[in-house]
């Protein structure tokens, strides 16, 4: 497989189950403060659980060489606290604006029109001194390697990631069948098995699981094109915006698409299977907020791709791809992201509303 | 239940995350006991997270449906916030 099919064959299942899902983190996390719904955030929960077993797997069968991200302590809080505010004027993660994209919403056009031009200015551009500096904070073991639980408490990754999954999942069960709670769903039921995949949207649980084996399947078919790392968006978004500056050379070269590398093919993949799930589910739909919220999303998406820039990765090369591998820099990272989407969601949404 | 004439019906159409569930807390804060409010929504997220924070507010979801396209409505009978 070229790293073209291969990328864009892993983003349309990415894209189909993120919009079926709803999956957003932006949401994940926001709504455990606004409203106190946990709904996204055990989604999100779950597919970190399959994904730290599934890596763990690949490692141990020789598959993949696990690749946690460095600790640069300062990128990782400056750039994921700047990511943080931006996803929340945004309206969404990275992932987010990526699959609503493929939803029609030009709220999310916007965001990602903004993200992909300032990621390029931090990856290459102007805006790359201020990444170097920050990034000076690096801080790797003895041996040279990237920081992360397991060998700062002396484990091997692949057999702490194994154990800390299970006992994780124990630990889950356990609450969850002490306090039971039926969940309740609204509006028509499906009356079939394919109604329930191609035309409702999906639980959390079936969701989080969805998504932990689309990680866990990118792994080694990245791997492959050369970029040992699962899911990503960032460099995929960086990617895509480089290969349209450089169109003109792309014609006259005829058309040899070589400029699109695997992870600029896997977002456009997210963008075509996140439409052709809406457009199953007659969701799609090409619609607009007011224009202040059309600059509002614009703003975020510039402060997102900025602060993926300068942390070494958005949420899902932090959240979903670095954490299972539980890379220091990813959790770090991570936090940092939460923390900034909870203060701008503080000041946006909840202190208006209790006013 | 189709008889039902929503007190005052809010078009979220168009808004992005989470402007409309914001817009429907705030509505329903307002408004008094046995009143009831449609929403008129086309983020699929929100189809789904509306109805859950309005009962977890002590909100009676009447019904959600798919109108046209995106387009749901969803009916809400206010009961007084807890």
Redesign the interface.
């Given at each position: 497989m070229t790293p073209i099919i291969s990328g864009l064959f892993v983003g349309v299942l990415f894209g189909f189950a993120l919009?079926r899902g709803?999956f957003?983190m932006?949401?994940a996390f926001?709504?455990i403060i606004?409203?106190?719904?946990f709904?996204l955030f055990k989604a999100l929960s779950v597919a970190i659980l399959v994904e730290m077993i599934g890596f763990s797997i690949l490692a141990f069968t020789g598959t993949v060489t696990l690749a946690p991200k460095p600790l640069m302590w300062g990128a990782n809080i400056v750039g994921g606290l700047i990511f943080g505010f931006g996803m929340v004027l945004a309206?969404?993660c990275a992932s987010?604006i990526t699959y609503r994209l493929g939803?029609g919403?030009m709220?999310?056009l916007m965001a990602v029109l903004g993200f992909g031009l300032s990621a390029m200015m931090g990856a290459t551009g102007v805006l790359n001194p201020i990444l170097k500096s920050l990034q000076n904070t690096k801080i790797m073991t003895a041996d040279d390697k990237p920081l992360t639980l397991a060998n700062m408490v002396g484990v091997d990754l692949k057999i702490a990631m194994l154990v800390l999954a299970i006992l994780i999942i124990v630990i889950w069960a356990v609450l969850a069948l002490r306090n039971k709670s039926a969940e309740?769903s609204?509006?028509e039921k499906a009356k079939s098995f394919g109604e329930a995949v191609f035309k409702k949207?999906w639980k959390w649980l079936p969701t989080g699981i969805v998504v932990g084996l689309i990680g866990m399947l990118s792994f080694p078919l990245s791997a492959a094109a050369g970029r040992n790392y699962p899911l990503g968006i960032t460099g995929g978004w960086v990617n895509i915006f480089q290969s349209l500056i450089k169109w003109q050379t792309l014609v006259d070269d005829k058309l040899k698409i070589s400029a699109l590398n695997w992870e600029g093919a896997e977002v456009l993949g997210i963008v075509l299977g996140a439409l052709v799930a809406?457009l199953i589910?007659?969701?799609?739909?090409i619609?607009?907020?007011e224009p202040k919220?059309l600059l509002q999303?614009f703003v975020g998406g510039l402060l997102m791709g900025f602060g993926a820039i300068v942390s070494g990765g958005c949420n899902i090369g932090h959240i979903l791809s670095g954490v299972p591998q539980l890379s220091i820099g990813s959790i770090v990272g991570g936090l940092s992201i939460i923390a900034g989407g909870w203060t701008m969601a503080y000041f946006m949404?909840i202190r208006p509303?209790n006013s | 239940m189709a008889d039902i004439i929503p007190t005052k019906t809010i078009n979220e159409c168009g808004k992005i995350c989470p402007y409309p569930d914001v817009d429907t807390m705030t509505t329903l804060k307002k408004m008094k006991k046995g009143e009831f409010l449609e929403v008129l929504i086309d983020y699929p997220l929100s189809v789904e997270r509306i109805p859950r924070s309005a009962e977890k507010q002590g909100h009676k979801v009447l019904s959600v449906k798919q109108v046209n396209g995106p387009t749901h409505s969803i009916l809400i009978e206010v009961l007084g916030n807890k």
């Open positions: 919009q709803r957003c932006n949401s926001r709504d606004l409203g106190r719904d709904t309206g969404g987010g939803e919403m709220g999310a309740k609204y509006g949207g809406a589910a007659r969701e799609f739909a619609r607009a907020p919220i999303t949404f509303m | -």
